[in-house]
């Protein structure tokens, strides 16, 4: 950088030096700008921070200035980008942070007002009703939510926006960190152990053979089969169920606002897993039983888990199975209870984690040994066992 020396009316000396900041990336131009200090080490500092400037503002000073009201329009302005890239559930997650935490605390400051100290004071508020907060059925309070390193994520992406777009020099959200929250409960995962799963199944052989209780008795057998979730099983087609090769295939999955969602909840989840005969046997007569008494012609290719057209609903069969699991007098251990139920027996016969992770449909191993590998109750004293068996052996 050549940084030349000057001599002003007064005698005092000044530095400067022309700065070459790049190719405007809006006009194709070549962006010229001089800089000047009174010192060669602060001309050289101005030089820098002009590039970076230039840089920050996507490589063009041709770009107007986007003003916004306060922190609220930038966000909502974000926002409406944001959706266009991700899916339903993940829309409805960052609204639901922006409505309850984000907006109430920041949503009127002027984008100048916003400063890493008051965003940090932020931060710690919410780390401390996180971790203060009552734990009830393993959830905190509402409005006190444990993840606040999301939220404080997502003020972070709406700032560089507004970097992106001008309305701001820095985004001083980069400058926050968020505080860690405190170990204090840990999750209790609801199954079936053995004598619970016998109790169950024989609770589904006892019940009349009515319609009703043919659909249910064949979404439970599946979803204790398979692992799925229930968005996912909910979500099935017959076409998804290949009764020749004994699999199904799993692509999509159902939302809470009974949307059907042309993708399963991760890339790890698209996956096609293998059905032993019994489970197979029970669809197979649903099916069956489902194109008799279907009064809705044409449904060339029906949704598995409905009756004339209709799909059955999350909620509703949440409702429903707490219903059946008073009456065989089990503990109510939700529709999700089954996917780890699934993970428990295979864990405790053996089967290789890296099945049992493809078969859930987790995107890393870790997540399935982390979540399943202490229901495998039984194999620490088989373990016992074996080391005494080494030491015999020796």
């Not at 400067?16 to 070549?30: A, I, M």
């Not at 639901?96 to 984008?111: M, R």
């Not at 700032?159 to 505080?179: E, M, R, S």
């Not at 859930?360 to 194999?379: E, F, Q, R, V």
Request: some cysteine; overall charge positive; aromatic content about 8%.
């Amino acid at each position: 950088m050549n940084i030349k020396e000057y001599i002003k009316k007064d005698g005092t000396k000044v530095y400067r030096t022309n700065v070459y900041l790049g190719v405007d990336s809006l006009t194709g131009k070549q962006v010229r700008t001089s800089v000047s200090a009174n010192s060669r080490k602060m001309c050289d500092i101005k030089a820098r921070q002009a590039i970076n400037k230039f840089i920050n503002n996507g490589s063009t000073i041709a770009r107007e200035k986007v003003v916004f009201d306060n922190f609220e329009s930038l966000a909502l302005s974000w926002f409406e980008s944001y959706k266009l890239t991700v899916k339903a559930n993940s829309i409805r997650s960052v609204k639901n942070y922006l409505k309850v935490y984000i907006l109430p605390a920041i949503g009127t400051y002027v984008l100048p007002k916003i400063t890493p100290m008051l965003l940090q004071s932020i931060v710690n508020d919410w780390s401390k009703n996180a971790n203060t907060s009552e734990i009830t059925s393993g959830k905190r309070e509402k409005g006190k939510g444990k993840n606040y390193k999301i939220m404080l994520n997502i003020i972070k992406r709406i700032l560089d926006y507004g970097v992106q777009l001008g309305a701001i020099n820095d985004n001083p959200a980069t400058k926050v960190f968020p505080p860690k929250l405190k170990t204090r409960t840990v999750k209790k995962i609801k199954y079936f152990d053995d004598k619970e799963l016998k109790m169950f199944l024989e609770y589904l052989e006892s019940l009349e053979p009515s319609i009703e209780n043919q659909l249910h008795n064949a979404l439970y057998r599946l979803l204790l089969a398979t692992g799925l979730r229930i968005g996912e099983a909910l979500a099935l087609n017959w076409s998804d169920i290949d009764f020749s090769e004994k699999l199904v295939n799993v692509t999509k999955t159902t939302l809470q606002s009974r949307e059907v969602q042309d993708s399963p909840k991760t890339k790890g989840s698209n996956r096609i897993i293998s059905l032993d005969n019994a489970t197979l046997q029970i669809l197979a007569n649903w099916r069956k039983f489902q194109n008799n008494h279907n009064k809705v012609i044409g449904l060339s290719d029906s949704v598995v888990f409905s009756y004339d057209g209709q799909r059955l609903i999350y909620e509703s069969e949440r409702v429903r199975l707490s219903s059946h699991l008073e009456s065989a007098r089990l503990p109510n251990i939700g529709l999700h209870g089954f996917r780890h139920t699934h993970a428990s027996l295979l864990m405790n016969n053996d089967v290789n984690p890296k099945e049992i992770q493809e078969r859930l449909g987790h995107s890393k191993i870790t997540t399935t040994l982390d979540t399943y590998s202490h229901l495998a109750k039984d194999k620490k004293k088989e373990t016992a066992e074996k080391f005494s068996n080494i030491l015999k052996a020796l």
